[in-house]
């Protein structure tokens, strides 16, 4: 028999810290952060890049795996999600209706990126890549695996 397997596999920049939201029946951690993922291309005729928004995704990390995100992890770092993907409906503390899509991660590994040794990132393009949403609109129980 063959099964079909809901997984997602998104590379994007943490834009919040990892922060504990609390723990699972058997005791373990749940730790959640926020990646952005963002796709730029080439326009053929001027050929300069051109940034599309970024698109934001939940992660929520159980056990030992919540574990190392929470003491490897910080805000900016470029990291490699595999998961299955959920999209979750909450209303925001101004009673706005919002959607957001989670990765339950199953696997979470941080990118290094390569630079050339003289090519450095600017305070501007580190502050574009890395804002990002607030956990203060996350609401609602945290679902597990």
């Not at 995100?69 to 805000?75: P, R, Y």
């Amino acid at each position: 028999m063959i099964t079909i397997n809901n997984q997602i596999n998104i590379i994007g920049n943490l834009g919040l810290d990892p922060k504990e939201r609390g723990k699972i029946k058997d005791g373990h951690p749940v730790v959640c952060f926020a990646i952005a993922q963002s796709v730029s291309s080439i326009n053929p005729i001027t050929r300069e890049r051109v940034e599309r928004e970024a698109q934001w995704f939940r992660v929520s990390c159980f056990s030992s795996l919540a574990t190392r995100a929470i003491s490897n992890l910080k805000k900016g770092d470029l990291v490699l999600v595999t998961g299955e993907l959920k999209s979750n409906s909450y209303t925001t503390k101004k009673g706005e209706p919002r959607t957001c899509y989670e990765i339950l991660a199953s696997d979470v590994l941080k990118v290094e990126r390569l630079r050339l040794p003289n090519q450095k990132v600017s305070t501007l393009q580190q502050d574009k890549i890395v804002s990002g949403p607030s956990t203060d609109d996350w609401t609602g129980e945290v679902s597990s695996s």
